[in-house]
């Protein structure tokens, strides 16, 4: 009786890791639909930065993302401006690493510089917009504890929380994961108040080579009352991105057959 | 208007309880719905204004412009909180203090709250200035830059300590404002989302403070919100300390006086009810209690008594004669109640030409204390002689002068002096003018040295908090005065955009001239254009579509570029020449604009070189700067200095002195830079900003309170011709109160005192008191020459019962302003001062100067009696 009793609980304790791994495979599902899918990828960006005033700020580029390996980890993205027309030609390049700080480099063709950026503190505004850095190349389902709080008809609702809270701003945050195609519909940011403050949105999905695809995304800063839009079009995947387009090389010598296509 | 007085003579009872039910009325209209303001909606509650902004009306251009550019920039009112070591070597820059720091910023990041309508009020995280949240750039290894915060954690060692110091020094976006040049003192400005929760946010700050428990530290609030808020507090302190002083004061004066009690509750009652009515009608009717209306108790007070005194001191002297209150009333008011109307119209003149004046505070003010000295009147004429005959005769045995004064050997110090007056004034009548005439001169000369000058922050005492703030802040920061001048183009760019823009896109192919064809129709606005692009973008069948569009779309921008103005390095080296011609004032300790933040960054990109400290050379370079600039924590901070459309700027200007003199003199600093270098483009500058809506509240003041002055001497003047029936017995009338007013604005010039608001509102304030004085002597004078004939009979009895009534008056009303000098707050005690002077100036002016004028000019006065 006294063995029984024993086996149960350490069916209970097994059991417990067993949910966890629920939580984490709907995260890790969500992470590659958002960030993973095909080997490669491509996509011109319209960002509309609008502030509380209404006033209206553009950024059009491009961007390349190529996979290393596919184990959802490490990758590369390659960021050409194309307008405001004096940053033409500017490039963000990272390489995102799991466990360690990303590389980052930025060109700017006026300067002609190359210059690396620290990494250490992902959650700086990305070209002064609403997006974090973190935002464009994603967030490493690792940094942070997951629960599944709640499931819809439509959605996980999982809440995350970071592992180590002096690295980011949030306390938390709420993603609410499409339960078929696994894309975060919707991500809601909570402060150390508990306050709601930050939201981002997919506000069109499309499926694109068999794909299911964020076509158009937002995230509103409800402090600020800023918002920004990003709007992708001519999304491609697998088009077979050489690995040497993203160095530091092709940082002045931009792949306009990969830019321009 | 004897009448009234008969009237109230004959039934006491109707008007004492016609009274009493007026106040009772004032105090339930103002109590109800300030005690209970959500079930008496529709009433006024009372109200306190202290924003000195209220000086100007609120559709006054430069303040109308001063909020736009405010909203347009994110500039918020900021509570600054300074942090002082004065011990520790490295000042506040050790483990300890930085620590504390921390903890304040991170608390003060957290203030906010919803308020009653659900709305969020409180410090706006974004914008403040900690340093746990202002970014840090710096080269971090080799060929790399980093943003960081510059204090994400308390250090935890001293030399972590001293680095933030070194880092933040670094910047000169923080130097000087974040840490002190000194490197002692650390300041954190936190905006908060309204001025008037600055009470309650410092609270929370202080209580915060209080558990440091580190007696090394000093934290000093201050901040233009947190002086409004104290200046309401010390308002009330004002309120309820002068006012009631001033009633004990003048009380035990006429106690003095008049020997009753009794009899002198009447004129407390006049002052009384007057006060209520006058300050019930202002809160009833809307108006705020501002730094300028909270003075009209102590002014109604004394001004009330001043007929009543007059009435008292005739009874008094007749009283004996009649033994019989009904006969001696009416003797009373038949010889004063014409001089009495005078009066009270020409008081009521003077304050009611401050309506004139562009200062809405100062109109009200006015305005009220004119209806107060009219209520004051009213009530004087008919509640002094109701009361009086409500006492029983028995009450009044014994009262006044046991004998009627022998005018001849008089017997109290006040006649004998009174006496001797007289007779010197017309024995020396012309060395009375002479030394007149000597002062006039001396006044002239004094009033050409005024200084024009104000400042709110002096209008607390120096020892005050707020002063001490004030001054251990501006001597170890760039300055604590914030003034802002915005540079934009004096040329409308739109037309000249759509102009070179269709130009542009002429040979450019099929989409190209489409689109220049729509160009009338979508206008020269960059955002809407840029929608029509994408949207045909959006539309395109094809890629060689898609592309074309994106080609113009790049042309549009190439071309808008040349009207971003500030992202062109001759303009940015333009505003580099203003900000350092403005240091050479000596009077701004610092600007921030947009070419420090280019610079900035452009010597973190080259290796943190000093060389690289400046504006690179093509408009390229500076946007990819900018950009750079916008990676950072806080990339919005750039919008406070320029737009998103870069066609204007905004140069933050830091004084050490929030004087209006200097902030003056920095105006035509700027405007002498513009006159001798112009700019590339041709630009206009407009100021806003609170220490520059000073100065332009001010000029309004000198010039207004200028033209009200005449105003007021002109009116009174016609008031007295007329009274007199004669042109030269008006102008006789005005000479002591001219000669008192020139005399006091000559000292004031003399002695250095600034002209500032309290100081310009005195003539006017004075003009319709003092010309009262006069009014009583040439009146009672004209009377007593029908008896005696001769002037120098007229004289000897001018100057018994007349003279003393007027002394008594002197006396009161000089003492009843000087509770004002117990007052809080520098103004008051300004106010206090000078109108005690003037009113006592004037008073001996009157006695001398008049009696003299007469006496040499006797023939021309009295003319028409010799005939």
């Known amino acids: ?261 | 208007m004897l009448i009234l007085s008969e009237t109230a003579v004959n039934k006491p009872k109707a008007f004492m309880r016609f009274a009493v039910i007026l106040s009772l009325f004032f105090i339930i209209g103002v109590a109800v719905p300030s005690l209970f303001p959500k079930q008496f909606p529709f009433l006024h509650s009372l109200s306190v204004d202290t924003d000195p902004e209220n000086m100007l009306s609120h559709d006054e251009p430069v303040r109308v412009f001063h909020n736009e550019r405010k909203q347009e920039y994110s500039l918020y009112d900021m509570i600054v909180v300074g942090v002082v070591n004065k011990t520790n070597p490295n000042g506040v820059f050790n483990t300890q203090s930085l620590n504390d720091i921390y903890t304040l910023g991170e608390y003060a990041r957290e203030i906010s709250w919803n308020n009653d309508n659900g709305e969020n009020q409180g410090v706006i995280e974004a914008e403040m200035i900690a340093p746990s949240n202002v970014d840090n750039i710096e080269q971090a290894g080799l060929g790399t830059v980093r943003f960081e915060w510059l204090m994400k954690t308390p250090p935890k060692t001293e030399a972590e300590a001293k680095a933030i110091y070194d880092k933040a020094s670094h910047i000169p976006f923080l130097d000087n404002t974040l840490v002190s040049g000194d490197g002692k003192a650390m300041a954190l400005y936190i905006p908060i989302t309204s001025k008037d929760i600055s009470y309650k946010v410092a609270q929370q700050l202080k209580d915060k403070i209080a558990s440091f428990g580190d007696p090394q530290d000093e934290y000093h609030i201050t901040g233009l919100p947190i002086a409004q808020d104290t200046f309401g507090v010390e308002m009330f302190i004002q309120m309820a300390v002068s006012a009631p002083m001033a009633m004990l004061l003048i009380f035990l004066l006429m106690w003095y006086f008049f020997k009753s009690v009794k009899l002198i509750i009447s004129p407390m009652i006049v002052a009384m009810v007057s006060v209520i009515v006058t300050m019930g009608a202002l809160v009833m009717t809307g108006n705020t209690v501002h730094i300028m209306s909270s003075m009209i108790p102590v002014f109604i007070m004394p001004i009330a008594v001043l007929d009543a005194v007059h009435i008292l001191s005739d009874f008094f002297d007749v009283y004996p004669r009649y033994k019989d209150r009904k006969k001696a009333l009416t003797h009373v008011m038949e010889e004063l109640s014409k001089p009495m109307l005078f009066t009270s119209l020409t008081t009521a003149a003077g304050f009611g030409s401050l309506a004139f004046t562009p200062i809405p505070p100062v109109q009200v003010f006015g305005i009220f204390i004119a209806f107060g000295v009219l209520m004051a009147w009213l009530f004087t004429v008919t509640l002094v002689p109701a009361y009086i005959m409500l006492m029983s005769e028995k009450s009044l045995e014994g009262f006044g002068m046991a004998h009627q004064e022998d005018e001849e050997h008089p017997s109290s110090m006040l006649a004998k002096i009174l006496h001797a007056t007289g007779r010197f004034t017309y024995a020396r009548a012309k060395l009375v003018l002479l030394v007149m005439m000597v002062l006039i001169g001396i006044s002239g000369y004094g009033i050409s040295k005024i200084q024009i000058n104000d400042n709110p922050v002096k209008w607390f005492t120096e020892k005050h908090d707020i002063r001490v703030a004030d001054k251990e802040l501006n001597e170890r920061f760039a300055g604590t005065y914030m003034a802002y001048l915005e540079l934009s183009p004096a040329q409308n760019l739109h037309e000249a955009f759509g102009k070179k823009l269709s130009q542009s896109l002429e040979g450019k192919g099929k989409e190209a001239e489409n689109f220049a064809k729509a160009i009338p129709t979508i206008g020269t606005d960059i955002t809407a254009i840029k929608d029509y692009i994408y949207a045909q973008q959006d539309a395109a069948e094809n890629d060689d579509t898609y592309y074309a569009w994106d080609d113009i779309a790049t042309l549009v921008d190439n071309t808008y570029g040349e009207f971003e103005v500030f992202k062109q390095p001759e303009m940015l080296r333009y505003v580099e020449k203003l900000q350092s011609d403005l240091l050479r004032t000596g009077l701004v300790g610092k600007s921030n604009a947009l070419p420090d933040v280019v610079k900035t960054v452009h010597r973190e990109l080259f290796l943190g070189n000093e060389k690289a400290f400046r504006i690179p050379d093509t408009q390229n370079a500076v946007a990819q700067t900018l950009i750079t600039y916008q990676n950072s924590h806080r990339p919005n901070d750039l919008w406070h200095f320029t737009t998103p459309n870069y066609d204007k700027t905004v140069l933050w200007i830091q004084l050490k002195s929030g004087d209006n003199k200097d902030m003056n003199k920095v105006v035509s600093a700027v405007q002498t830079f513009f006159d001798n270098t112009p700019p590339p483009i041709a630009l206009e500058h407009n100021w806003f900003g609170l220490t520059y809506i000073n100065t332009v509240w001010q000029d309004k003041m000198v010039s207004g309170m200028l033209e009200a002055f005449m105003g007021s001497f002109i009116i009174v003047l016609v008031m007295m011709t007329f009274l007199f029936r004669s042109l030269a017995w008006g102008i006789l009338s005005m000479v002591p109160l001219t000669v008192t007013i020139a005399f006091i604005y000559g000292i004031i010039g003399l002695i250095g005192k600034d002209y500032d608001m309290p100081v310009a509102v005195l003539s006017s304030l004075s003009l319709g008191l003092a010309v009262d004085y006069a009014i009583h002597f040439l009146a009672r004078s004209r009377e007593a020459s029908k008896k005696y004939g001769t002037w120098s009979e007229t004289i000897k009895a001018v100057f018994g019962e007349p003279a003393r009534a007027i002394a008594r008056n002197v006396i009161v009303i000089g003492v009843g302003f000087t509770p004002l000098l117990f007052a809080p707050l520098v103004p008051y005690k300004t106010v206090g001062f000078f109108i005690s002077a003037i009113l006592l100036f004037a008073g001996i002016a009157t006695l001398l100067i008049l009696p003299a004028l007469m006496t040499v000019f006797e023939k021309i006065l009295f003319k028409r009696k010799d005939a």
């Open chain 1, 1 to 261: 009786m006294k063995k029984a009793l024993l086996t149960f609980a350490a069916l209970v304790a097994l059991s417990a890791p067993a949910m966890a791994m629920d939580v984490s495979e709907i995260v890790n599902k969500a992470n590659h639909t958002a960030y993973y899918q095909g080997e490669d990828g491509r996509s011109r960006v319209k960002m509309e930065i609008t502030d509380k005033q209404g006033r209206k700020r553009t950024r059009d580029f491009v961007i390349l993302r190529k996979d290393v390996g596919n184990k959802d980890k490490e990758q590369k993205f390659y960021v050409y401006f194309n307008r405001p027309a004096d940053v033409n030609k500017t490039v963000f390049m990272v390489w995102k690493h799991v466990g360690q700080d990303d590389d980052r480099w930025m060109y700017l063709p006026a300067l002609d510089l190359v210059k690396r950026i620290a990494a250490s503190d992902e959650r700086t505004s990305f070209v002064g917009s609403d997006y974090f850095y973190e935002d464009v190349s994603g967030r490493n389902p690792i940094e942070d504890n997951h629960e599944l709080i709640e499931t819809t008809d439509n959605y996980y609702i999982v809440k995350s929380t970071p592992k180590d809270s002096s690295l980011v701003e949030f306390s938390y945050y709420k993603n609410y994961i499409h339960k078929t195609s696994f894309i975060p519909v919707k991500t809601e940011f909570y402060d150390k108040r508990d306050q709601l403050y930050r939201v981002s949105t997919a506000e069109a999905v499309e499926t694109i080579q068999g794909h299911p695809t964020v076509v158009k995304a937002s995230i509103k800063d409800l402090k600020s009352g800023s918002q920004t839009v990003m709007t992708h079009s001519g999304s491609e995947y697998d088009i077979g991105l050489p690995d040497d387009i993203f160095t530091e090389r092709y940082l002045r010598q931009p792949p306009m057959e990969y830019i321009k296509r």
